[in-house]
């Protein structure tokens, strides 16, 4: 439709020009007339009398108005007001840029258009090696690294649709790939950690946290500082002895954020160090975790930042926050949108512990919140899949009640496809034997795609539940939404792609061990068939997964997954012609298929509790060591 915006539009007009496609409208003289008044107070969007009306205060929410003035008005309601005063002063997210998968210049755009819809404000971007250090030509070097322009671009782009952009980086652990290259064999203390106390190590990090922040406007940058299990006990041991962890991690702490004032910078790290360490076993959640009132009263003057996807007990996420608070202030909450449990999102354990987290912070007062989008183990999942459980950040956001209903419609609204037919992706791991909502973090479609025929180690974890039929009925209803979703096809038309695969080759280990037991020579011949079919399959998929990929991201990083396809279709061509050698008697023993199938990791017993398995790729594809020495 077409409207025309009057009054204080001087600085919305930008940002505006930018939604028109997303938001279907048109900018006009002769359009629909709406007033905008910026004021202070709550957000509000009126119709009455054949004239809209929207008042916002900051930026971005007046984009959340605009979608919500034309959702109201697109359903023909006459007459109506909206009003919402936001929860929160920050909500946000943070894009994974480090696991292989670098969103382009463009992808990033297009996500930042869908979160001004939503009126999320932040924007995290998540690189541990993934910009430009011109000191530096290794430090992601070959990874698709942004330049400075890049990152310059996409910050212009986000503050005219009121989103702040902040880069988040990692200044102590988390840094294998930055370190791997000989310059920096003189600053690592393991081969993720960097060496404390060196002088050498606080020149590298001056030099990587100027570069990293010159792009941004923001003056807040996230130095990270999360798991570093290791710290103090390679290099470091051997050049100063022993050392509590909590000196060295202070100490260390100390000097980046004085390098971070220096650049007149706000740093934030991940608070998760310190739990540990006052912990007897180590861990993050330890609710009798005690950190020394000493060591509290050393914290330098950083913002802490709790992140916590695993829990769906909003208790809970009350007690730690009240945890953090003692340790001197109120912190960033940073929740998850659950993209890295393997080639498919989690949307079952992501939206509980979204609405367990953000009823906590809510009531306790938390005032940012971001859910992060990582991409473990090679980034396999499209990070657009995170849209529903950015879509309840944002509806927790605004509201005080937030129901699935609303958040369904908010979503066909604001992001242009159907919530329930997103939904439908979960049931790629949620699949017979995985409880609701899959909150042990079941991936089968994961370790059912990238598992070997002849050695199926998960095999057994599978055996009776009926996945073919399971995913043959995914597959069609994906092939429908597909047709739905017409600015989704993509996204659709690869994870219809996986489904089938899975429906031809989630069994067919079973089946090959079977034939094989009982001799059926006959029935083999059949398989082998249904192997070469399923073999064609996995390579459309690659071809469907590589054309999403760089429809979105930069193509560096895309040849791990290569690389993996691959594995895929070489390992089926051998199992074709192993077992034609056994059909054809020029072999009466394949030694695969004389193993007995166990379990995988044994830790599966007839019930499942639950789940049925969960791995990284290294595990799944063999029992034998994919590299080392």
């Not at 393997?342 to 009823?359: C, F, R, V």
Request: charge should be negative; include cysteine; aromatic fraction near 12%.
């Amino acid at each position: 439709m077409k409207i025309h915006l009057y009054g204080d539009v001087a600085e919305i007009h930008a940002g505006v020009s930018y939604l028109q496609e997303d938001l279907g409208f048109q900018l006009a003289e002769d359009g629909y007339p709406i007033e905008v008044t910026k004021h202070s107070g709550s957000l509000l969007v009126k119709n009455e009398e054949g004239k809209g009306e929207i008042m916002f205060q900051e930026k971005i929410h007046f984009y959340r108005a605009l979608g919500l003035w034309l959702e109201n008005f697109q359903e023909e309601k006459i007459n109506f007001e909206v009003k919402e005063t936001p929860n929160f002063s920050t909500s946000g997210a943070m894009l994974d840029a480090s696991r292989n998968a670098v969103m382009d210049v463009e992808g990033i755009k297009a996500y930042l258009r869908k979160m001004a819809a939503m009126g999320l404000n932040m924007l995290m971007m998540y690189t541990e090696d993934t910009y430009e250090v011109k000191e530096y030509p290794y430090f992601g070097y070959m990874r698709g690294r942004y330049t400075e322009d890049e990152l310059r671009d996409c910050d212009m782009y986000a503050a005219e649709l009121g989103i702040e952009m902040v880069p988040c980086v990692q200044t102590l652990a988390h840094l294998t790939e930055a370190l791997k290259w000989d310059y920096a064999k003189d600053i690592k203390d393991t081969s993720d950690i960097l060496l404390v106390g060196n002088p050498e190590t606080y020149l590298f990090l001056e030099r990587i946290v100027a570069a990293a922040t010159k792009p941004f406007r923001s003056k807040r940058v996230h130095i990270g500082m999360d798991e570093a299990h290791q710290l103090g006990l390679g290099k470091y041991l051997e050049e100063n002895g022993y050392e509590q962890r909590f000196n060295i991690m202070n100490s260390h702490l100390k000097e980046v954020v004085s390098i971070c004032k220096s650049l007149n910078l706000e740093p934030m790290i991940w608070s998760d160090m310190y739990f540990r360490l006052g912990s007897k076993f180590g861990g993050y959640y330890d609710v009798n975790a005690e950190i020394p009132e000493e060591v509290i009263a050393s914290i330098p003057d950083t913002q802490l930042v709790y992140w916590d996807y695993y829990h769906e007990d909003k208790d809970f996420y009350t007690t730690f926050i009240k945890k953090h608070k003692e340790l001197g202030s109120t912190p960033l909450f940073a929740g998850g949108a659950w993209t890295w449990n393997g080639i498919s999102p989690n949307y079952g354990k992501g939206i509980a512990t979204t609405d367990a987290a953000l009823t906590a912070c809510k009531e306790e007062g938390v005032n940012e919140v971001i859910a992060t989008m990582w991409g473990d183990n090679g980034a396999e999942t499209p990070l657009t899949t995170a849209l529903p459980v950015l879509q309840w950040f944002a509806e927790h956001t605004y509201r005080s009640e937030v129901t699935e209903e609303h958040v369904s419609k908010r979503f066909e609204h604001c992001i242009g496809g159907s919530y329930a037919d997103f939904m439908l992706l979960n049931q790629l791991d949620e699949t017979p034997g995985v409880a609701k909502d899959n909150l042990q973090e079941a991936n089968p479609s994961k370790f059912l795609l990238w598992q070997d025929v002849l050695i199926g180690l998960f095999d057994e974890n599978i055996k009776g539940l009926g996945l073919k039929q399971h995913y043959e009925a995914l597959a069609e209803r994906l092939g429908q939404a597909k047709e739905r979703n017409s600015e989704w096809a993509g996204l659709f038309d690869f994870y219809e792609s996986l489904a089938y695969v899975l429906h031809k080759k989630s069994e067919l280990g079973i089946e090959i061990k079977s034939a094989y037991d009982s001799k059926d020579k006959e029935g083999m011949k059949v398989l082998a068939e249904n192997l070469k079919d399923a073999k064609e399959a996995v390579d459309t998929l690659r071809k469907k997964h590589r054309s999403l990929w760089l429809s979105m991201n930069k193509p560096f990083g895309w040849e791990v997954l290569d690389i993996r396809y691959g594995g895929v279709i070489i390992r089926m061509e051998t199992a074709l012609y192993r077992l034609k050698e056994w059909i054809a008697n020029k072999t009466d023993r394949l030694d695969e298929l004389e193993e007995e199938r166990l379990y995988f990791e044994g830790v599966f017993g007839p019930e499942r509790d639950g789940t049925i398995g969960r791995s990284g790729y290294d595990k799944i594809v063999s029992a034998s060591p994919l590299s080392g020495v």
